[in-house]
């Protein structure tokens, strides 16, 4: 398994990602835990709450509110895009001025692995990984390496495909040029038989000329 993160936070925010292949890549959080899903307040929770902040919190809040709207749809892209392959979102979660969590980061798992003993099972997986991997409008670096080990895989994959091919092609020829040669063989021991035959009632017939015309003489 592999995760697809959410893209890099802008300032005051960083959720990058990273880890190598088959290792859970993680979303920093800065304020906060990691949870599946949040409270979010309601509109008119929100209002209140905003009452009394100074400029600089409601230019936090902002960006906070935009931020977390931004990586829920990054996330819900992967999951859609990746269908049975991909796994459920998670987020982590920086608590805003108004005391409300706002998801700054997230991952969705993909399933990267081969399909064993089905190249073209394979193929066909690693085109829907590579397709989750790049569904987001603004793919992070995590997504990218992502899609290019799904695209190795899927490399290999079309050149086992490619050989198993090959491989039962040369069979069949195998297989037909085996079964004219015996037909050419079976022709053959006919055709000599039959020459046999043939040379055995000509010297007969000639046997018995040559004694019709002694008599005669």
Do not use: C, W
């Not at 008119?44 to 931004?70: C, F, H, I, V, Y």
Request: charged share 20%.
């Amino acid at each position: 398994m592999n995760t697809l993160s959410s893209i890099p936070s802008l300032n005051p925010f960083t959720s990058a990602s990273s880890g190598a292949a088959g290792r859970t890549a993680t979303a920093d959080d800065n304020a906060g835990g990691s949870e599946a899903t949040s409270q979010r307040p309601s509109a008119t929770s929100e209002s209140a709450s905003e009452q009394g902040l100074a400029p600089e919190e409601l230019k936090q809040l902002a960006e906070l509110k935009a931020r977390d709207r931004e990586v829920r749809a990054h996330e819900a892209a992967h999951q859609a895009a990746g269908g049975q392959h991909a796994g459920a979102m998670s987020f982590t979660y920086q608590r805003g001025p108004d005391g409300a969590q706002y998801a700054v980061g997230g991952e969705v798992s993909i399933d990267v692995g081969a399909v064993e003993g089905n190249p073209q099972a394979t193929i066909e997986k690693m085109r829907t990984v590579r397709a989750a991997a790049l569904a987001p409008a603004e793919p992070s670096g995590q997504d990218r390496a992502v899609a290019a080990q799904a695209m190795q895989t899927m490399l290999q994959a079309q050149a086992e495909l490619a050989s198993e091919q090959k491989s039962s092609s040369s069979d069949e020829n195998s297989d037909e040029e085996g079964g004219v040669k015996r037909e050419i063989t079976r022709s053959g021991q006919r055709a000599s038989d039959t020459y046999q035959q043939v040379a055995g009632m000509s010297s007969s017939l000639a046997g018995e000329s040559s004694g019709l015309m002694s008599v005669s003489a």
